[in-house]
C-alpha cells in the first residue's frame, strides 16, 4: 500500500509541477522549532505542514506528499533515524528529500544519520539562512523558480519570541464564535480544539497562558493555533504589541 503511495506521489508532482510551491513537512516535538522553521520556510515560498510526532509525520508524508522532510532525530514515541529508514524503504526513487536535524554534532551522529538513508544533516543550533539554503538544495528544478534560494535578511532562531510567550488576537471583522445549540448555524470553526482556543482569547493572555485555561499541553495548541492562523481568524503579537506575522 506504502509503496502504490510512492509511486502516486511520483506521477502527482508531475502533473503539478507548474501551479504547486514545495511542499516542506517539518517533524519535531518543539513547537518553538517548528515555529521557526515554518515561519522562515514560507517566507521563502515553501508550503509547510507540521508534526509534532514520528507516527504523525509518517501519516502526513503520505497525505500532504512533501518534497523535503525535515526530521529531528530525538522524538517523543519513535527515532527519526527509524521514520527515515522507513519513508525511504516504502517510497521508491528517492522521493522525499529528508533532512536531519539534531543537537547532537559529533561526526559519528552525522554519518550515521546519512546511512539512515538522509540526504542532509543539519546541526542544531542552525540560522534561518542555513535552513534555506539546505532545503534549496532539495527542490526539484521544475519548481526552483517559486521559492528563494536563499534570504540573508531572516532573524536568526535566537531573535524569535518563544512561541509560549506570543499572545494571540483575534482578527478583525471575522465576527462572533457561534457556540453549539440545537438552534445554531454550523460552526464558524469545526476543530473544537481551535474553537476553545478561540474562544478563550481575549488580547492579553500569553499561549501558554492560555493552553492551560483550555487544558492543553504546549505541544498540543500548536495544531489548533495553526488551523487559526491558516484561516486568518487570528494574529499573532509579541509583549511590546508587535505583529510577529508582518515582522518575522
Not at 108 to 133: C, I, M, N, W
Not at 213 to 230: F, G, N, S, Y
Amino acid at each position: 500500500m506504502i509503496e502504490n503511495v510512492g509511486i502516486t506521489s511520483g506521477v502527482r508532482r508531475k502533473a503539478e509541477t507548474v501551479m504547486s510551491r514545495p511542499r516542506v513537512l517539518v517533524v519535531d516535538d518543539s513547537p518553538t522549532t517548528c515555529q521557526f522553521i515554518a515561519v522562515t520556510l514560507e517566507q521563502a515560498g515553501y508550503d509547510v505542514e507540521i508534526a509534532l510526532e514520528g507516527n504523525e509525520g509518517l501519516a502526513k508524508v503520505t497525505t500532504f506528499q512533501p518534497y523535503c522532510l525535515i526530521l529531528d532525530v530525538v522524538l517523543p514515541d519513535i527515532s527519526g533515524y527509524a521514520v527515515c529508514r522507513h519513508v525511504q524503504q516504502s517510497m521508491p526513487g528517492n522521493t522525499v528529500y529528508i533532512i536531519l536535524i539534531s543537537s547532537r554534532n559529533a561526526p559519528l551522529d552525522q554519518s550515521y544519520g546519512l546511512r539512515q538513508g538522509a540526504h542532509h544533516y543539519l546541526p542544531k543550533p542552525f540560522t534561518a539562512e542555513t535552513l534555506v539554503q539546505a532545503v534549496w538544495e532539495g527542490v526539484p528544478e521544475p519548481l526552483r523558480h517559486t521559492v528563494l534560494p536563499s534570504l540573508s535578511s531572516i532573524p536568526q532562531q535566537s531573535a524569535l519570541p518563544p512561541l509560549a510567550e506570543l499572545i494571540p488576537r483575534r482578527a478583525v471583522n471575522q465576527g462572533a464564535m457561534r457556540t453549539s445549540t440545537p438552534f445554531a448555524l454550523p460552526p464558524v470553526i469545526e476543530d473544537e480544539q481551535a474553537r476553545q482556543l478561540y474562544a478563550a482569547i481575549d488580547g492579553r493572555r500569553t499561549l501558554a497562558e492560555l493552553a492551560a485555561m483550555i487544558d492543553l499541553e504546549a505541544k498540543a495548541v500548536t495544531r489548533p493555533l495553526r488551523l487559526l492562523l491558516k484561516e486568518h481568524y487570528i494574529q499573532m503579537y509579541d509583549a511590546a504589541g508587535q505583529l510577529m506575522e508582518e515582522a518575522l
